[in-house]
C-alpha cells in the first residue's frame, strides 16, 4: 500500500518551514494548514503532489514571516532560531548543514521572499521555474536573488558542523569557566567573538549581542558565576558543538559556538523556555 502524499512529504514541509520561521511549533502549524489546504484541494487528485505541498507551505511560511514582523520588532532582545538538540555526533550526523543555530541565523538576515527562494533553491533543490510560480516572480528574478542572497551568505561566513576538535573546544571553554579563570576563558575566544543570548520575555539575558574576547569573557564568567547549580552536558546543537545546562532535569540554557582556526568566532544562548520543548527530542525533518 503506497504512502499518503501529505505523510511522505511531511518531514520535508517540516523542514522547509523550520528554515523559513525558526521554531518547530511553527513548522508544525505549517503543516497543519498545509493538510488543511491539501484536503480542501482534494489532494489525491493532484498529479504532482510534493510540488503543489511544497508551494502551499512555502506561501504559508511568507505570510507568517510578514505577519511577524512586528512581533520580532517588540521581542525583548536578540531572537534566536529554536534549537535542534542531538546527544551525540553519531545522531547528528543525519541532520543537513543547513540546520545549524549560525546558520538559520544568517538565514535570518533575508528578506522572506529572499529567504524563501534560496531555501527552495540551494537547500531542496527546487527548478526555478517552481520557485518562481511559488514566490510570484520569474525564474530569471529568483536567479538573481539566489545568488544575491548566496553572496550574503558568502561560504567563509557559514558554520561548519561539529567535529571533534570544536567539541573539545567547547569543553575547554567550560572548564574555564567553571574555574572562573577570565585569561583562560578569553584564550579560546577569537578576537572579535559576538556572544547572542535570546531570554524572550521570561529570562534574564542580555538585551544586545556582546561583541570582543574581553567583554564575552566577562560576561560569561559572571553568568558561570551565577549557574553554579546547573548541570552541564555537551551536546551538538542543529550540528554545531554546543552544550546544554539544566536544573532538576528542567533544561534553562542551550548553547552553540561557531569557530575558526580553533577559536570560538560566535556563541549563542537560547534560554527562551518556549524554546526548549524539543531538547531530548530530535524532530522529524528534513
Not at 87 to 116: C, I, K, N
Not at 166 to 190: C, I, K, P
Request: some cysteine; glycine content about 8%.
Amino acid at each position: 500500500m503506497s504512502q499518503d502524499p501529505f505523510e511522505a512529504a511531511r518531514p520535508r514541509i517540516r523542514g522547509l518551514a523550520y528554515r523559513m520561521l525558526g521554531t518547530l511549533a511553527d513548522a508544525d502549524d505549517v503543516a497543519q494548514d498545509t493538510w488543511l489546504r491539501w484536503q480542501a484541494a482534494g489532494g489525491a487528485h493532484i498529479a504532482n503532489a510534493e510540488a503543489w505541498l511544497v508551494t502551499a507551505a512555502t506561501r504559508l511560511c511568507l505570510d507568517r514571516l510578514r505577519s511577524a514582523a512586528r512581533a520580532r520588532e517588540a521581542y525583548p532582545g536578540p531572537w534566536l532560531p529554536e534549537p535542534i538538540v542531538s546527544d551525540g555526533p553519531e545522531e547528528a550526523a543525519e541532520l543537513a548543514d543547513s540546520l545549524t543555530l549560525g546558520f538559520l541565523v544568517l538565514l535570518d538576515q533575508l528578506a522572506p521572499v529572499e529567504r524563501a527562494v534560496f531555501v527552495l533553491a540551494d537547500v531542496f533543490e527546487v527548478p526555478y521555474a517552481e520557485i518562481a510560480a511559488t514566490v510570484g516572480r520569474s525564474p530569471a528574478a529568483c536567479r538573481q536573488i539566489a545568488s544575491r542572497a548566496r553572496r550574503r551568505l558568502q561560504p567563509g561566513k557559514q558554520p561548519s558542523r561539529a567535529a571533534a576538535a570544536d567539541r573539545e573546544l567547547v569543553a575547554g571553554l567550560l572548564r574555564a569557566l567553571a574555574s572562573g579563570d577570565v585569561n583562560e576563558v578569553v584564550a579560546r575566544l577569537a578576537p572579535q567573538v559576538v556572544c547572542i543570548t535570546d531570554g524572550g520575555p521570561s529570562r534574564r539575558a542580555a538585551r544586545r549581542p556582546v561583541a570582543g574576547s574581553a567583554k564575552v569573557a566577562r560576561l560569561l564568567t559572571s553568568v558561570a558565576r551565577r549557574s553554579r547549580h546547573l548541570a552541564t552536558r555537551p551536546a551538538v546543537v542543529g550540528g554545531s558543538a554546543g552544550a546544554v545546562l539544566s536544573a532538576d532535569g528542567t533544561v534553562e540554557q542551550v548553547m552553540a559556538v561557531t569557530s575558526e582556526s580553533g577559536i570560538i568566532t560566535s556563541i549563542y544562548f537560547v534560554g527562551n523556555p518556549d524554546k526548549l520543548t524539543s531538547v531530548g527530542h530530535p524532530p522529524l525533518i528534513e
